[in-house]
């Protein structure tokens, strides 16, 4: 079973900030945060990943509390391209180091 | 270059048939994945390879079997088609099975048993 939870669905304006918000209570201190994308019939893609601090890249920063039990994704510009399907994942030696995906926040940019 | 292609995008047979899909990645990575992706959207892992040795082999009917002929190639190989096999199935590599490293994933191959 997946060990975060998102929800389901979300609506942002174009230009503005998105920010999908990731439970992840029971997380151990071993496993990392990850963020995946799925547009509309085609393979997940990799956004960003962290274990402890904040992490930004060229796509999206991530923030994650202090005690590790929540996460914040942050797409700062959103287009109507990132409207997509966002899965957010613990992966660890507790999970055998498999990604167990969960359902998702589907995110809606609108014009 | 597409790093992560498999073949065929759509599959469409008929039920107690045996069919393949293919994947090849040119990322020179040394860890690829079969994933499943059922008809509610949740991903599932179903085999891993690290340097053509299998890693991971969840529950999956052995009617399911993985071919790895070079580290740049995993193959899946399906038997007896059932009903139930129908879905979305993906293919990924990583440089490592660690959890550190992220995973890149083919376009999907739709897989319709009738």
């Known amino acids: 079973d997946a060990k975060t939870t998102q929800p389901p669905s979300m609506d942002c304006a174009e230009g503005r900030a998105a920010n999908l918000p990731c439970n992840h209570s029971?997380?151990?201190?071993?496993?990392?945060v990850y963020w995946y994308r799925q547009i509309h019939s085609q393979g997940p893609q990799y956004i960003i990943h962290g274990l402890k601090n904040n992490e930004t890249n060229e796509m999206a920063s991530l923030i994650i509390t202090e005690d590790r039990k929540s996460s914040t994704l942050i797409l700062p510009h959103a287009t109507l391209r990132d409207t997509a399907v966002y899965y957010c994942?613990?992966?660890?030696?507790?999970?055998?180091?498999?990604?167990?995906w969960g359902a998702g926040t589907k995110l809606i940019i609108k014009p | 270059d597409t790093a992560v292609s498999q073949t065929p995008k759509y599959l469409v047979t008929q039920m107690g048939n045996d069919k393949s899909i293919k994947c090849e990645q040119n990322l020179g990575h040394d860890t690829m994945y079969w994933y499943k992706q059922d008809s509610k959207k949740f991903l599932k892992i179903m085999f891993s390879y690290n340097n053509k040795e299998l890693i991971i082999n969840e529950t999956v009917p052995n009617r399911f079997s993985p071919k790895s002929p070079d580290k740049a190639h995993l193959n899946l190989h399906i038997n007896s088609l059932e009903l139930g096999d129908s879905a979305v199935y993906f293919c990924a590599s990583s440089q490592d099975p660690i959890p550190g490293e992220k995973l890149f994933f083919g376009s999907g191959t739709q897989l319709s048993v009738l």
């Open positions: 029971t997380i151990s201190g071993n496993e990392y």
């Open positions: 994942i613990v992966r660890g030696a507790d999970s055998n180091y498999q990604l167990i």
